[in-house]
Structures are given as structure tokens and as C-alpha cells.
């Protein structure tokens, strides 16, 4: 009889019937790109390896060489509210002609749709960081696919545009499940090969030390992650972009890195 009893727990526990779950608890991750000098493009660690076979992207690889004949550099913003430095920002990317993409939050839309809408009508391509910037990592697809939808929605009933499936995982924090979602749904999940901290507005980089680290960090085919809020980044932006002139770059697109323009 007890051997009886032992088989049929065992069998109650594989099943789950006394709530015990079977599965490991879903990873977090934190992106990060280790800042590399001499030009030469980072690398992300072993255990972020998986994040390009998932429809991530963080650097462009055919264009790895400093001396290559061809430099590209992508640049991207996060951008959550205004403080006035997102319309400066706008003014300089109109005067130096360049093409940059913005990931937008609910908050943007909802409160400076105007300036929303001139991203678009600039040339700009207005990307998804979900509608409240939560940490996706935990939650489920259906909680992401919600907030992903949701900012879609806000964005084509305020602007009258549709939104670029491109997705930045709020603070960098995602996990596998996240990017399988996204990629099996047809968004194409950007990360960054170069950051600094920028993000805090009451601890602002010097317009020298930011630019020297920027300009030190700098590598082809580079994804660049700027805050627009930043005073110092629209202070110095127009100054970087004539130094990437300068130095060969073109700036590209996200349907260029991700070859959607080809696709499409």
C-alpha cells in the first residue's frame, strides 16, 4: 500500500495537480556593450550571444572595419517626455539633414503629439519602447504584445501614421521569451553598440567630456543610444554629426541594418 501511495505522489507532483511547477523561472537580461577603444567594434558577453539569432540587433557586422571605405553609424534615441532639449535635437538633425530613430513611450505621443508627428514628417523613423516603459522581462507575451500594440494604436490615432516595427526593450532588460515573441509577431528588437550615462538630468556630462567619449568610442557601423532629454546632447549633437561627416560616416536607417528595406 505505501509503495502504492509513493507511485501515485510521484505521478500528482509531473503532473502539476499539487501546483508545483516543472519549469525554471524565465532569465533576465540587462543589455550592455563594454566600450572598446581604438575604433574597434564591441562585443557583447558569451551569455548574450543567443540575442542576434532572436531578431536582435546591436551593431552592424558587414561594416566591422575603421578603414573601411564605407562607415555607417545609426542613430538612436529613447525618448519618454519632452523638457524642450527633443525639439532642439529635431532642429539640428533638420539642419545637418539627418536621418535618426526614435523610440517613443505613450507619454510622448499623448502629451506632444505635434512634435511626434514632425519626427515622421522629417524622415525620421518613430520606433516602439512600449507604452509605459514597465520591465518586460517579466511578463508574459501576451503583457508585451499589449504594450506593443497598445503604443501602436495611441500612435496611429494621434498622428494618422503607423508606427516602424522596430522594438527597444525599456531599460535594456529583456529575457529569450521576450525576443522570440517579438520576432515570431515581425518586430525586429534594436539594442545599442555604444551608450553613456546621459539619461540623468541632474547629473549631466561636461558638452567636453561627453563629446570626448563619444568621439573616443566611435566605431563603423555603430548603433548609437542617445537620450534626447540630455541638455548636453543637444548641446554638442550638431558638433558630433559634422565630426562624423568629417570622418566618412553616412547615417543609416533601420530598414537598411535590418534589410527591410530590401524585403519590402
Not at 536582435?56 to 524642450?84: M, P
Not at 518586460?136 to 508585451?144: H, P
Not at 533601420?254 to 527591410?260: A, E, I, M, V, Y
Request: hydrophobic residues 35%; glycine residues 6%; aromatic residues 10%.
Amino acid at each position: 500500500m505505501k509503495k502504492v501511495f509513493l507511485i501515485l505522489l510521484c505521478a500528482l507532483l509531473l503532473s502539476g495537480m499539487l501546483g508545483i511547477s516543472c519549469h525554471a523561472e524565465e532569465a533576465s537580461y540587462n543589455w550592455y556593450c563594454v566600450h572598446v577603444k581604438d575604433h574597434v567594434q564591441p562585443r557583447v558577453g558569451a551569455e548574450l550571444s543567443f540575442v542576434e539569432s532572436l531578431g536582435g540587433y546591436y551593431i552592424d557586422h558587414a561594416h566591422a572595419g575603421w578603414e573601411d571605405t564605407e562607415k555607417v553609424i545609426y542613430l538612436t534615441f529613447d525618448a519618454g517626455y519632452e523638457n524642450g532639449n527633443i525639439a532642439k535635437i529635431l532642429d539640428v538633425l533638420r539642419k545637418e539633414e539627418v536621418p535618426a530613430a526614435f523610440f517613443i513611450l505613450g507619454n510622448l505621443i499623448t502629451k506632444n503629439t505635434d512634435l511626434v508627428k514632425r519626427m515622421a514628417e522629417e524622415g525620421h523613423t518613430v520606433c516602439n519602447h512600449t507604452v509605459r516603459h514597465a520591465n518586460m522581462s517579466t511578463k508574459s507575451d501576451e503583457e508585451l504584445l499589449r504594450e506593443l500594440h497598445e503604443l501602436e494604436r495611441l500612435y496611429e490615432e494621434k498622428t494618422g501614421y503607423q508606427m516602424a516595427p522596430f522594438y527597444r526593450p525599456p531599460e535594456g532588460r529583456f529575457s529569450k521569451k521576450n525576443l522570440e515573441c517579438t520576432k515570431a509577431n515581425g518586430y525586429d528588437t534594436i539594442f545599442w553598440s555604444f551608450a553613456y550615462a546621459d539619461w540623468d538630468n541632474n547629473k549631466q556630462m561636461s558638452p567636453e567630456k561627453a563629446k570626448q567619449k563619444i568621439l573616443e568610442n566611435l566605431h563603423n557601423g555603430e548603433i548609437m543610444l542617445l537620450h534626447p532629454t540630455s541638455s548636453t546632447n543637444a548641446e554638442i549633437l550638431g558638433d558630433i554629426i559634422k565630426e562624423l561627416k568629417a570622418q566618412g560616416f553616412r547615417f543609416g536607417t533601420l530598414d537598411q541594418l535590418t534589410g527591410r528595406s530590401a524585403r519590402s
